[in-house]
């Protein structure tokens, strides 16, 4: 991903953090023969922190889950490298919020992307507890709700599926945010932004905790 210095967040504990709260991520995989074009999927992703370790190199893992139909998994066992895309809360500034003139208009956002190398999970307890797992971490708080009350059906749903697990070798972050702005005109968009729709909303809330302004 083309990320100009400014943008740039090598934070890989903000990274997870992101892909957590975004939660569909654009899985891209190669053809299996390297001839056809990219395949991509939106899919729900869950993040695997215990192997990062920064001596070692190692990131992490994301871990999903595909339809059986879904050819993506043929292609990741021909070729595991792959590359899955988190796209953020989005929002457009327009000049108007500037003080300074002349201004464009220009778009916001926060995207994450992760390269690594996919190996499949076919054995039905594992993708049991996988699906589980998932079931569990986006469950609303306080739901009496959880896989074990369809075990039977759970049970009936495992061979359609194919499980993915990706050894991250590379994390990269893109807040773009305003931050280059100065601080007079990053409080006039902030203060537009925090009175738009829910994407607008969402951008002013990432700018606060990530990018925060400067004391008055």
């Given at each position: 991903?083309?990320?100009?210095?400014?943008?740039?967040?090598?934070?890989?504990?903000?990274?997870?953090?992101?892909?957590?709260?975004?939660?569909?991520?654009?899985?891209?995989?190669a053809?299996?023969?390297?001839?056809?074009?990219?395949?991509?999927?939106?899919?729900?992703?869950?993040?695997?922190?215990?192997?990062?370790?920064?001596?070692?190199?190692?990131?992490?893992?994301?871990?999903?889950?595909?339809?059986?139909r879904?050819?993506q998994?043929?292609?990741?066992?021909a070729?595991?490298?792959?590359?899955?895309?988190?796209?953020?809360p989005?929002?457009?500034?327009?000049?108007s919020?500037?003080?300074t003139?002349?201004?464009?208009?220009?778009?916001?956002?926060?995207?994450?992307?992760?390269?690594?190398r996919?190996?499949?999970?076919?054995?039905?307890?594992?993708?049991?507890?996988?699906?589980?797992?998932?079931?569990?971490?986006?469950?609303?708080?306080?739901?009496?709700?959880d896989?074990g009350?369809?075990?039977?059906?759970t049970?009936?749903?495992?061979?359609?599926?194919?499980?993915?697990?990706?050894?991250?070798?590379?994390?990269?972050?893109?807040?773009r945010?305003g931050?280059?702005?100065d601080?007079?005109?990053?409080?006039?968009?902030?203060?537009?932004?925090s009175?738009?729709?829910?994407?607008?909303?969402?951008?002013a809330?990432l700018?606060?905790?990530?990018?925060?302004?400067?004391?008055?």
């Amino acid at each position: 991903m083309f990320i100009p210095e400014a943008y740039r967040l090598d934070d890989a504990a903000t990274a997870f953090d992101l892909i957590e709260e975004i939660r569909t991520g654009t899985l891209m995989t190669a053809s299996p023969d390297g001839t056809g074009a990219p395949d991509a999927s939106h899919l729900p992703f869950m993040v695997d922190r215990d192997g990062a370790d920064p001596g070692t190199g190692r990131c992490g893992r994301l871990i999903g889950h595909v339809d059986r139909r879904n050819p993506q998994w043929q292609a990741l066992a021909a070729r595991p490298e792959c590359r899955v895309a988190f796209l953020g809360p989005q929002a457009h500034v327009s000049p108007s919020w500037y003080g300074t003139r002349p201004r464009a208009p220009t778009w916001l956002y926060v995207a994450v992307h992760v390269r690594g190398r996919a190996v499949l999970v076919t054995d039905p307890a594992a993708l049991r507890a996988m699906v589980e797992r998932l079931s569990a971490e986006l469950e609303p708080a306080g739901s009496d709700w959880d896989t074990g009350q369809i075990v039977g059906y759970t049970e009936r749903l495992m061979p359609h599926i194919v499980g993915f697990s990706i050894e991250i070798e590379q994390v990269e972050t893109q807040l773009r945010l305003g931050q280059t702005n100065d601080p007079d005109d990053r409080r006039r968009v902030l203060a537009a932004l925090s009175e738009g729709g829910a994407g607008a909303q969402a951008i002013a809330g990432l700018i606060r905790r990530l990018v925060p302004l400067p004391p008055d």
